[in-house]
């Protein structure tokens, strides 16, 4: 089963556990990138309120082709206790018929944001396999 780690990381958090997860694994790796990366004041202020409406907001094209992969395995923070704007954009953008395990990242550990993250990723026809939360 081919996997890929991908993973969205404001502050480095997520992105180093994406990484050793992905080395650990031998699994590829691919990035995603906001279209326009925002600074620390519109990240924390609109960007919280737009994850907590659920929102996105644009995102750079994954290096690596989803399609190409059976699993997908995401780590993201959590931005007002809901996957922040740059990771809803690219659920939506999920090809149907991939396992996904999802890995969030936060200070607490806590995340209330499962059943909306499976509401969402099952609407793309695709099945949670796992959900984690992880504390940095």
């Known amino acids: 089963m081919k996997t890929l780690v991908i993973f969205y990381s404001y502050t480095g958090h997520a992105g180093k556990l ?3 997860h992905a080395e650990k694994e031998s699994a590829d790796i691919a990035e995603i990138k906001d279209a ?3 600074n620390k004041l519109k990240a924390y202020t609109s960007g919280c309120l737009k994850a907590m ?3 996105s907001w644009g995102i750079q094209k994954p290096a ?3 399609n190409s992969y059976d699993c997908l395995v995401l780590f993201s923070p959590i931005w007002a206790n809901n996957p922040p704007p ?6 939506e953008q999920f090809p149907s018929g991939k ?3 999802v890995n969030m990242v936060s200070q607490s550990g806590k ?3 499962k059943e909306q993250l499976e509401t969402r990723i099952t609407s793309k026809g695709c099945t949670l396999e796992d959900f984690k ?3 940095s």
């Open 111 to 113: 995340s209330g944001c």
């Open 18 to 20: 994406a990484k050793d």
């Open 64 to 66: 690596a082709d989803m």
């Open 99 to 101: 396992k996904v395990s």
């Open 53 to 55: 409406r659920g929102k």
């Open 133 to 135: 939360n992880i504390r």
């Open 36 to 38: 326009k990366r925002p």
């Open 86 to 91: 740059a990771v809803n954009r690219l659920i």
